[in-house]
Each structure stands twice: as C-alpha cells, then as structure tokens.
C-alpha cells in the first residue's frame, strides 16, 4: 500500500510527521526486521542497476506550475538526464518511493506540501538526493536560510546556470562539497558530507521509515 502523506500535508501537519521521524529514528531495529515491516518478498525489491560511464543521473523535478515542469522536463531531457517530474511535495514523495531519483529540484512555494515543508523530510529521510531548491521569491543564486538544500535556483535566471548547477550536483558523491547540516553545534553551523546512493535494501528501509514515522504522526495528531 503506498504511503498515504495527504494525512501529513498542510495545515502545520508536517511537523508532526518530522516529529515522528526523530522518533523512529531513536528506535533500534534490525535490519531484517525492517524489511519484514513491507511485507514483500526480497525479489520485488528494486535491482541495483550498473550504470554506464557516461549514464547522467536520474532529475526529479517538482513545481506546481505546468509550464514550468515541462520546459524543465524537456530541456533536460535534451541533454540526457533521465527525468521524471511531480506537481506538489505529495506527489514527489509518491515517486520517490517508488524509484529513488539522485537529484531533486523543487519549487519551494506550491499548494498542498510546499517545498519548504517537501525538502526536510527528503533530507531526514533519503540524505544521498542532492536538492537544488527554486523559486522568485528571493534573488541571486545564494541558499534562503531555512532552506533545506544543496543550492538555489531564482526562477527567471537563465537556464544555463540551473544546467551548471545539475551539472554540479552531478558529480559523485565524495567529490562534492559539504552541505549544510540540518542540526547545529550551540548555534553555530555544522557541515556534513552528501553520502552516496544507498543499495537497493538500505533504500527500502528508508521508504519503511518514512511510512511508519507517518503513522506514528497519525496517532499523534488523532490523540490532539
């Protein structure tokens, strides 16, 4: 059953669902027994596919905004980027677990799960996507604070600096600069290294955790 996240969106929901993952997160568990918790049988996991040397990495695109998706869609499907797009934070959550994408790039102001809610459950729950974050709202190509990204992207600015930035993002892992961290030292900023691709296995532990940080959200929020 896929996870149900309209429970979580809106109407200051989400919190609960980034409580529930600190929760889950404190909790030991094996990691047999985290597969146990899907419910399927070890060869319906996805197959770690061998890329070729020049393979581009899989974009996920996610903005509310028609046009934009499919302008994106189309020009980085141009250069070889297999891409795949989603409207809202829902949605994008929906394709993530279905197949995990390496790079993210998200509109931050949307209905239903705003990137602004969208990308600290990426970053708790599948560190190794790379996201690059979007929107008019702020000008020059500097991260918003409080944004949860790896860059920035001011929607109008030319596309060819979003394709120097994928480009960018496109790099293995250990080549690629420190990201921000989403804790701090005594208020002073830590830096943390974006770990590579998880395996087939580890990655369905982390779509497991999302679905049941999701229901202890549930629980919470019906016990208000």
């Not at 597969?35 to 070729?52: A, F, Q």
Request: proline fraction near 11%.
């Amino acid at each position: 059953m896929p996870l149900d996240l309209r429970l979580c969106g809106g109407g200051g929901k989400v919190p609960h669902l980034l409580w529930a993952m600190s929760k889950i997160e404190q909790t030991p568990c094996q990691d047999d027994e985290m597969l146990g918790c899907l419910h399927i049988c070890p060869y319906l996991l996805p197959t770690k596919r061998c890329p070729m040397p020049d393979a581009r990495p899989e974009l996920l695109i996610v903005d509310d905004d028609v046009p934009t998706r499919t302008i994106l869609s189309q020009v980085f499907s141009e250069i070889g980027y297999p891409v795949r797009t989603a409207q809202d934070g829902f949605s994008a959550l929906f394709e993530i677990e279905k197949e995990l994408p390496e790079i993210l790039l998200s509109d931050l102001n949307m209905p239903g799960m705003p990137g602004f809610e969208l990308l600290p459950i990426v970053r708790r729950c599948f560190p190794s996507i790379r996201v690059i974050a979007m929107s008019a709202s702020y000008p020059g190509d500097c991260l918003p604070p409080g944004v949860v990204a790896d860059k920035f992207h001011q929607k109008g600015a030319s596309v060819e600096s979003l394709i120097r930035s994928v480009e960018a993002m496109a790099k293995p892992a250990g080549s690629l600069p420190k990201r921000l961290s989403m804790d701090d030292l005594f208020g002073f900023p830590m830096y943390e290294a974006i770990p590579p691709r998880p395996s087939a296995e580890h990655w369905m532990r982390q779509v497991s955790r999302l679905r049941s940080a999701n229901d202890v959200a549930d629980e919470a929020r019906v016990g208000i």
